[in-house]
């Protein structure tokens, strides 16, 4: 028997968050020492990065852990920590200050370790802002339950709306999730054994590229829907034989040793419930009906 999957949408409550858009950031000593052992200064987090978007290759520019659209913090550091923690994946967002107030985008990730929101917006927008505008979130999916799997299945960060855009359905006891790639749990590194997974990524190893290569993965995109085999977030990240989690890639390839592009998590089981089917278009630009070009 096949039906679609249904959420508790009508009972999360809603609330509205606000961050500003982040100036790019180095450190002091600003070089980054590559796996290869090759000193770099890359453009990096933080900003509004106008020729990177959803939909994107995350190997394609010259950059290191580059996000995608545009990065906000609060500048309080509670406020910030519940607009991390509070916004999930697909949540509408609006600038409500500057020369493009008004204009609608959305969600796309958290970035553990700077925090940073990451938000979509089309190019003509992105022309139009600047740093320090204000970006508000309109806040809601966490409490989400999915019918059936209450006991199984954590949803973790995602918009009801987007939930029934994923066309998620259930299939002989199993949520049957449309992913765009397979990632095995010895790839991912940076962000593993962290004590919760409800806020920002982990990522996923490409020091290997003939590994990366072999599994399909020099395909990823900015907005991918990736399922992470035998990985748990449930109650932070670890590996888990069976375990299922599903992400979205929110940033790009990194030069560092253990790093890679990141994923925010979605949905997590520690049981093997969760079943990963491959589609081309398990990507947030698709589903969102965005241009990525």
Known sequence: MRTKAICNAERLVIQYGM???RQPYLRLMPWQISHEGVP?????????????????????MEGDHVEPGVSIKNPGEEENNALNLLSCIGNPATVISGAAKGEKGFVTGSHGGVDDL????????????????????????????????????HCISVDPQLFEKMDIMVEDGRLVIP???RIPA?????????????????????????EIRRLHLDRLRYGDIVLLENCDNTYGRG?????????????????????????????SAKTPVIEGRLDCHANLADLMGVSHK
């Not at 770099?40 to 394609?60: A, C, E, F, K, W």
């Not at 991912?188 to 290997?208: L, N, Q, W």
């Not at 375990?243 to 890679?260: E, K, P």
């Open 179 to 181: 992913v765009a790639a």
């Open 239 to 267: 590996y888990l034989k069976g375990a299922v989690s599903i992400g979205v890639v929110i940033h790009g390839d990194c030069i560092l040793m253990g790093h890679g592009p990141g994923v925010s998590t979605m949905f």
């Open 118 to 153: 990451l938000i979509y917006f089309p190019r003509e927008t992105l022309e139009k802002m600047t740093v320090e505008d204000k970006v508000q979130v309109r806040m809601q999916g966490r409490g989400m339950k999915i019918q059936g799997f209450e006991d199984t299945v």
């Open 40 to 60: 770099m200064i890359l453009p990096r987090m933080g900003s509004i990065t106008l020729n990177v978007q959803i939909g994107d290759s995350v190997y394609s």
């Open 186 to 210: 010895h790839l991912m590194g940076s962000g593993m054994g962290e004590f919760s997974a409800v806020k920002g990524d982990y990522d996923i190893m490409t020091a290997d590229r003939e």
């Open 19 to 21: 961050g500003v858009v």
